[in-house]
């Protein structure tokens, strides 16, 4: 079983639509968790990050975490054809020490949203 | 700022060829990261450090090798290359795991094939 699972789509919707991505992990150590916006031949960017249980807006983008269940999730809402990208949740224990800030990504997600 | 930067931005080598991947940052970060991402896999880490002259191996780090000489550059090296290293190489840095909130910046990656 892969630490962090996530549907790879791809997904593709009109414009407008709300988008939901999702991931599952197995570790319980995770605590920090982003989800990083990666456009076509570029580096990945930080496009939310939550720490323990949750939710955090910013936006249309709403990142929900429930750690009872190992479930992450990052809403999209009235998509724009600007939002078309892979998207990659990522997580980490972010306790310092031991950690060193090693993540673990998802295998990430490829959204086309179309005018 | 520059933020990080890679070099080169593509390069094709031949199977048994050896090369150095570039990786500069100018955010006086001590903790950097070297990835690779193959389609479909997310990100997978290969190295990472966490300040100069302390290096340490990730998740695939077979066929590479690392140094950190400097705080600013962090220099990925593959001898002897083969076909399973296509792929495409990100750095990243990082200020302190720990810190919050926390986030790990990313180069524009290099495109290797080998064939």
């Known amino acids: 079983q892969k630490e962090v699972e996530q549907d790879p789509g791809p997904l593709s919707v009109p414009e407008g639509a709300i988008v939901s991505l999702n991931c599952t992990y197995s570790n319980s150590a995770f605590q920090y968790f982003m989800w990083y916006r990666q456009y076509s031949r570029k580096g990945p960017e930080l496009l939310m990050y939550?720490?323990?249980?949750g939710n955090k807006e910013d936006g249309r983008f709403t990142a929900q975490v429930d750690k009872s269940s190992k479930y992450i999730s990052l809403f999209i809402r009235d998509s724009q054809p600007s939002d078309s990208a892979t998207y990659l949740c990522a997580m980490t224990p972010n306790a310092g020490g031991t950690s060193y800030g090693k993540l673990t990504f998802g295998q990430g997600t490829i959204l086309t949203v179309h005018p | 700022n520059a933020g990080v930067t890679q070099t080169p931005k593509f390069r094709i080598l031949k199977i048994g060829q050896s090369m150095t991947l570039q990786c500069t940052q100018d955010m006086n970060h001590n903790y950097m990261y070297w990835y690779r991402q193959d389609p479909g896999m997310g990100l997978k880490l290969i190295y990472y450090s966490v300040g100069a002259g302390i290096t340490d191996k990730g998740e695939v780090p077979n066929g590479y090798n690392v140094s950190r000489s400097t705080t600013e550059d962090f220099p990925l090296r593959l001898e002897l290359a083969a076909p399973s290293q296509t792929s495409v190489y990100f750095c990243?840095?990082?200020?302190?795991?720990?810190?919050?909130?926390?986030?790990?910046?990313f180069g524009p990656g290099t495109r290797l094939t080998v064939t």
């Open positions: 990243a840095s990082s200020s302190p795991p720990g810190t919050y909130p926390y986030e790990q910046y």
């Open positions: 939550t720490y323990s249980s």
